[in-house]
């Protein structure tokens, strides 16, 4: 009896310590939290976005900052977990950071998108601003909008407007395939592909829509076998990260020659994993100009410019400079960092990012809307390359804003 | 459809028998030992990361040979100096401790080789067509690597059935405790059986590793599937994760080849298409998508017809 | 009156090696007998046949005249029959009052019940109580039974088998490895705990045997060679040759 | 470390069944236990401490249902978060029924639900999974994760795919006008259900059937003939197993309004084994440290490492290796000594060999750390902070210094060691005269 009296009691104090280490101090500078993978299988990708997130804030610091007081970014390692996000989202909460980046994968940006307006609702004097730059679910700001989510990727929907236009516009496609992973965002993929190529090019017959379990797969040569049996001209996939370089190998060892049009294909290692095997075969549909050829002069110094700090890694999302210029722009037309305000200074606000394009925030659903860019795997002509792997990717054809844009269900509800 | 599954026999083998060589090891260490080594897959993701710092150094004919003796040696270190300790509070605990190991090598090799995938390329002299069938194209390499598995099967298959070893392996694993009363120094056996079995797994992260990828999550990947596998074919029998092997690589290849959705499968079976709305989800299901679980649902299925696995005749 | 325990035709095989051939025995109820031969006469494959453990390869086995060919062993102690076993076999990481309480939960009707506490059970411990002061290891009542010494678990094996006040009890070697004056101390326990009940039991000692028995079974190649009182087994010259004729201590 | 290194069978098995008859007797240990957890979040006020409260509730439970297989039952599964995932979406998509008026449901008795849909699951996929123990039981369990994990893909509708299921605590029916928005309030529900199911599973173990799954763990073969049939215990201790971790579920579902598959995932159950075999599996209230512990570190180590899984996969082996009993059992082998009254005599020996420990700690810790900032070239600067110094990665001088110190901290370890054991064995020796 006594002795579990004692366990109690060592419990306590352990309590106590878990409390004094969480305690927050006090801090000049403003924070911003970035809840990302810093640890486990993506703390790669994590790890090069708080890079890019620390690079950015550092150049605005340079330019004296926020309301005069410097940028801090906090990374929080939330293990692309859902249940650690939210833990981490307390943590956040607790420290008194009012803004939270996260981008990687949608279903930890549900929980937390779901979480911060529980909590804004419920704690109307304490309240977070989510800032996603990267999860694309289209849900976000269309049934599952809110007022204090904005995002500055463009959703699935957008990019595969622009894709479908390119592919329209290729009279060789006749046959199309359709592989992803099967889960929400690899549906996403082949639902947008199937409803607008239907629309865009009637007379493409999908020979194919697959679906596989999402890094399960050990061999992707029977996959292959049937695209090559259903005689596709081009193939559109969601995959990313193992499962991508495994397709593109399996591809090139069956000999399949036809382009793959991806949302995934590049960087924090793929790249250098695809390798030869891409080249000319691998497209990307993303949100920023490639670097190559002939990047825009701001893009191409700020690429540079991480480049010699981070020699290893890439600037693979341009859009975190947009996001956190956006940002310190609201921040500074609110005059304060009140979470509500600063919300209501980004609805609608216009900026040049550094690919040179006007981009705006929509108020109505919180969707940043900019132009899609589409561009091929290669490495001739590389300028900018990936992975420090002499492959890169080169611009082959930019959709503009007003083409990606896609309509939204979303039913704003402001605070009053 | 000849082209389909023309390759997918193939493909079927050249998987099935990479988990050969894999459930091979496994099964030589459980048959001897007991200790079904939960590490196994991880020996075989250090084979592929040896493998690929060894090839960019030496080139990729001595890594194949280099990785595997290196891993041995690994594994027989292993043996030594933790499972030992452990051995005398039990199978579980044995068990309980491969999971560590597995944990802690997952890690280290995060740790020395970094997170993302590292780009272990086939080697040149075998990267290319080896025949073109039907507009598809069939990898030299995947035929290298169907060589080298039947190799390691052939070679096996002659130590157990020809030499002294190798029988009292055999005998080992139909009455264990029989190497004991022969008088053999019984921790030296186990440490090399460990050793061999972890070697075996190397070989197979050697070859395997330029095809299906060279990343930290390799042996989660492969790992509860070879566990399948040798509990199906039955702990401790040799033939039977050979057949186990084949039986679920082909399985596999196929389930995916096959455009058919488990609703046509159910009404096939006799169940009416009533049924359909209420199981819905299942229904729009394709076989291709459920391929991967396959093994696992055979799994369930062996035990539950026949608990000691197909070819199993011990109890544990 | 029904036998204790009836076995007609009984055969058992592995692969292609007969083990018990054709083994047609009869016990009385309330007697104690023996079951003895030389080594690899299929002793303990009998006893394990009879228990449960084993499925026989044909041939019947009553209990009490009730059929309990082919039941699980769990069945087969329910219907009255518990045995002991050759090699200890015992719960090592439960204290000694546990491991004779887990002999006596069942036949009080306990059995998978969630709903009692075992501490509460008074019936049950009275009982534990009274098992541990026959087999003398009162005071030792909370000791992990793994660290008994060997004398003390072979005791406590005896202990288990009869803690369920099964009436058909199976002792398997009860006094193997133990000293002389440790076997006289179990013979007297085992006396003293199978009053008024059925014994059948394996021994090799045969001082034990012919002291305990009332009549002996001779299995030889998995044949009953004979059976009956110990005068006459002493006297059969079947026996004399099969058996007795080997040299004697093989225990 | 050397105390347990060379465990005499004694030893081990002395302190193999701690949970027998006594330990826990009387009600004072459980009325400490809710004082303590009424008073706690007004003790610890900083932060995140009450989420990080909350989350060790829900681990303590589910891990105290692990333990229920493992430690009393002898089951290693490797899919025990199945049964706490099915729980849990049960309660989750239960709280959204309440919360449309469909079913009447008020917010406490929601781990109640998770618990019946453990129960049930369990119940069902235990009826092969049980039919043998050891090996091929984990195998089992394995593959019905394996198979589970596929499935939440699957079933869309059920598991809500990748985004999962979330739901509103504060949208179902009150009860007794309680209602739960705070974090404090959440608190004290899932204190309450911690409470009551540790009574619930301390109280099993002491059942019959608690009992005789100890003897299956122990000896099967002998438990058939005592006339339990170890399949039936086993299905049954399974069952329980996975009533609990289902309420551990549900305390899931009400604190954090979502499940997503990952929390029936591999990992979900990987984690579950750790934090049980950290804690100590041969006691009622190993687990329970273990949960305490393991969460405290899983969620604090992360703040100051990208390795704190590769520090918590060498705690587990460092466990399994040298102290096989955990940390309850080391704490309970000094039982002994501190009833004596003689734990003051280890004082001097044990702060020898923790100081030598520390050193090898700092040591082998500091490596890993320059290893890793290496490897991962998220250092540009070639400076890493690392034990309130800055160290240069390229400089040979700090490899030196932490090689010399894991060194330094083994050598020593391995001098004062012994004299802890032997200071150990005295402050028994004494104690055991009473």
Known sequence: MRKLKNVLLLCLTLAMVTGLATQATPADPIKIAFVDPLSGPFAATGENGLNQFKYAAEAINKSGGMLGRQLEIVGFDNKVSPQESLIQLKKVIGDGIPFVFQGNSSGVAH???????KHNERNAGNRVLYLNYSAVDPALTNDKCHFWHFRFDAEADMKMAALTDVIAANKNIKKMYIIGQDYSFGK?????????????????????????????????????????????????????????????????????????????????????????????????????????????????????????????????????????????????????VDVDKVAAALEGMEYTNLSGDQVIMRRQDHQLQMPIYISVHTNKNIQHDLDASGFGLSLESKVDRDKATQPTTCKMQRPS | MEQIVLFSILNGLVFGMLLFMLSSGLTLIFGMMGVLNFAHASF?????????????????????????????????????????????????????FTFGVAIVIEELVQLVWGRPAKSYQVPAALDFPLFHLFGSAFPAYKAFMLLVSVAIFVFIFAILTRTRAGLIIQASLTHPGMVAMLGHNVPRVFMIVFGIGCALAAVAGVIAGPVLGTFPGMA????????????????????????????????????????????????????????????????????????????????????????????????? | MTPAIELSGVFKAFGNTSIIRGVNLTIEPGTRQ??????????????????????????????????????RPSEINRRGLSRSFQVTNIFPRMSVFENIRCGVLWSLGYRYSFRHRVDAAHDATERTEKVLEQLNLAARRHVPAGVLSYAEQRALEIGITIAGGADVILLDEPTAGMSHSETEHVVQLIREVTQGKTLLMVEHDMSVVFDLADRIAVLVYGEVIAHDTPERIRADPRVQEAYLGVPQGVA | MKAADAPTAARRLAVADVGRAGVLRGYGVWLTAAVVLIVLPWVVRTGAAVPIMNQMGIAIVFALSFNMLLGQGGMLSFGHAVYFGLGGFLAAHALNLAGRGTLYLPVPLLPLVGGLGGLAFAALFGTFSTSRAGTVFSMVSLAVAELMAASSLIFDRFFGGEEGITTNRAKAPLLLGLEFTRDRQVYYLIAFWVLLAAIA????????????????????????????????????????AGFFAGIAGGLFALNYEILTAENMGLNAS??????????????????????????????????????????????????????????????????PAWRARRVGRLAGPYLVAGVCGLVAAVGVIGLLEMLHALVAADTPSGVRRLFWTA????????????????????????????????AFADANRAGAGR
């Open chain 1, 111 to 117: 929980a937390i998108s779901d979480a911060v307006q």
């Open chain 1, 188 to 336: 996403a993929v082949a639902d947008g592909a199937v409803a607008m190529l239907g629309k865009k090019r009637p007379d493409v017959q999908i020979v194919g829509n697959e679906l596989h379990p999402i890094g399960k797969v050990k061999d992707f040569s029977p996959y292959v076998q049937k695209i090559v049996a259903s005689g596709a001209d081009a193939v559109i996939t969601g995959n990313w990260g193992a499962d991508m370089v495994a397709l593109a190998k399996a591809a090139n060892d069956g000999g399949l020659k036809v382009p793959f049009y991806t949302y995934y294909a590049a960087s924090d290692g793929v790249t250098a994993a695809i390798g030869a095997a891409g080249v000319d075969r691998i497209r990307l549909v993303h949100e920023s100009h490639p670097g190559n050829p002939n990047a825009p002069k701001a893009l191409s110094e700020y690429i540079t410019g991480y480049r010699k700090l981070h020699p290893q890694n890439d600037v693979n999302q341009p859009r975190i400079h947009t996001a956190l210029n956006m940002l310190a722009l609201a921040v500074k037309k609110a005059g304060t």
């Open chain 2, 44 to 96: 075989y993701m250090l084979g592929a990361y040896f493998a690929y710092t060894l090839a960019s150094r030496v080139g990729f004919w001595p890594a194949l040979v280099l990785a595997p003796v290196l891993v041995g040696l690994l594994g027989a270190l292993v043996e030594r100096h933790g499972l030992r300790r452990v051995h005398r509070f039990g199978h579980v605990a044995e068990l309980i």
């Open chain 2, 220 to 316: 989660q990947v492969l790992g509860s599937v070879v566990f399948v596998v040798v509990v199906v074919g039955g702990l401790g029998s040799l033939s039977g994760a050979f057949v186990a092997s084949l039986l679920i690589g082909t399985l596999q290849t196929f389930a995916v080849a096959l455009n058919v959705s488990v609703g046509n499968v159910l009404m096939a079976v006799g169940v009416p298409a009533a049924a359909s709305a209420a199981l819905h989800d299942v229904w729009k299901v394709t076989v291709a998508q459920v391929a991967p679980i396959l093994p696992y649902l055979l799994l369930v299925l062996v035990l539950m017809i026949r608990p000691t696995g197909l070819f199993g005749t011990r109890e544990t």
């Open chain 3, 34 to 71: 023996a079951l003895i031969g030389p080594n690899g006469a299929g002793k303990s494959t009998l006893f394990n046949l009879i228990t449960g453990k084993y499925p026989v390869s044909s041939g019947r086995i009553r209990l009490k005249g009730q059929d309990v060919t082919g039941l």
């Open chain 4, 201 to 240: 599973m301390y109280a099993f173990s002491r059942t019959p059937i608690g009992r005789m799954a100890n003897a299956v763990r122990d000896n099967p073969e002998r438990a058939e003939f005592v006339g339990y049939s170890q399949r039936w215990v086993r299905y049954i201790s399974f069952c329980a």
């Open chain 4, 270 to 335: 990987g984690v579950v084994l750790l934090m049980t075999f950290i804690g100590g599996i041969g006691s009622f209230v190993g687990p329970i440290l273990g949960a305490i512990v393991f969460t405290f570190l899983q969620s604090m180590l992360s703040d100051y490492t990208g390795i704190w899984l590769l520090y918590l996969g060498i705690l587990f082996l460092a466990t399994v290796l040298f102290v096989p009993i955990g940390m309850a059992g080391v704490l309970m082998l000094h039982a």
């Open chain 4, 391 to 422: 160290v240069s990665l390229r400089s040979v001088l700090p490899w030196l210094v932490f090689t010399g110190l894991a060194a330094a901290g083994a050598l020593g370890l391995r001098w004062a060691g012994p004299r802890a054991a032997a």
